[in-house]
């Protein structure tokens, strides 16, 4: 439970589901903005004459910048708190939106993806801590709550660049301001109540975080297999959000407008398995998600190149819903294995995800160029191998020491 006082606690408790579906709302539309570019790339990538490398490397520009600054912003605010950092992060998404709409050169689509980026890492650090502050305990379900609002924005950015953005063009990018605004309205209360938190809690003994269990050497191995995983599902994801329309467009002939209304289907369903991951992983344990996740997702993503469009398209989904799962269940899993750092553990597995994902995207984007991306799919369908990396995460009793066991 928060560490408030006996006075106002039935109030944070009665304000935490707002808060954490605040937050989720929030990372809704912080998620859809950014995704502006992504669902532009079929335009831009006619209007500018820009090739796979370059697509790829507007997505690494995005995600980099996100990547380096948000394991930083964590690690600052764990010892400085800012509650009104989060309304700071829809500044910059708001001043991206611009720099989207009016861009007109491959220079400004970096600078306009890096401005975004900067907000994203501001952004999901800050906002994770919250919705694990309002969470009353519940883990799990406030991480899966919060990010399963990403989620959905994400998914639907097709939606709007099939019915909105394609038809009207880059311009039209500019009505998206609205929803920065509207963000920055929304973190600005969720800022009040943070602060609050801060005064009620400021007045209640410090309570000692758990101790590290584990060695820095174990820890450490543990860290780069968790990287590994997150390896394994983002550069899966990242291909699919960067270049999926592509793939449709290739193999089957379809249209830019309908080949977004199936990265819809593939993006709502991330949506949905992130959801169910987070109370899941509650109740059977983090590691089980993490197993049934990665590796559970293997069979179908070996499958998803060689089908026909239907198929590709049942597949995609059941692809999305099952390895969407577990990234609520790493992230709580990761910050138990550094107790008292959330926000520096939630910088790092948000900033690593983005990282992995957007070099995965520039690396895959130059490999397309050279033997088509239809190929490059077929490559893919490999990565949840690593999955099988979990084996070496510690279980329960040794993540918790020997009492957890008892």
Known sequence: MDAVSAKTAPAVQQTSLIIIVAVSASHLLNDLMQFLLPALYPLLKDAYGLDYVQIGLITLAQQMTASLLQPVVGYYTDKNPMPYALAVSMVFALVGVGLIATANSFGLLILAAMVGGVGSAIFHPEASRVARLASGGRLGFAQSLFQVGGNVGTAVGPLAAAYF?????????????????????????????????????????????????????????????????????????????????????????LTAEQAQLYLFLFLGAIAAGTFIGGPVGDRFGRLTVIWCSIVGALPFT?????????????????????????????????????????????????????????????????????????????????LPFLGFLTIFLPRHAELHGKEAAA
């Open 302 to 382: 070996l499958l998803l190149p060689h089908m026909n469009l239907f198929g590709t398209a049942v597949v995609s989904v059941l692809v999305g819903l099952i390895l969407s799962s577990a990234f609520s269940a790493i992230v709580v899993y990761a910050q138990e294995l550094v107790p008292g750092k959330v926000g520096m553990v939630a910088g790092f597995v948000f900033g690593f995800a983005f990282g992995i994902g957007a070099i995965g995207a520039a690396v895959l984007g130059a490999l397309a160029d050279q033997i088509g991306i239809v190929a490059v799919f077929g490559l893919c369908a490999f």
């Open 165 to 253: 953005l394609l038809p009207r063009g880059q311009s039209s990018t500019a009505w998206f301001a609205l929803v920065a605004i509207t963000a920055l309205v929304i973190l600005a209360a969720v800022g009040r109540w943070y602060a609050a938190h801060q005064r009620a809690s400021s007045g209640r003994p410090v309570l000692k975080a758990a101790q590290q269990v584990l060695s820095r050497r174990r820890l450490t191995m543990v860290f780069l297999v968790i990287g590994a995983l997150l390896l394994s599902k983002y550069v899966y994801i990242s291909s699919i959000t960067s270049y999926y329309s592509f793939f449709l467009i290739e193999k089957f002939a």
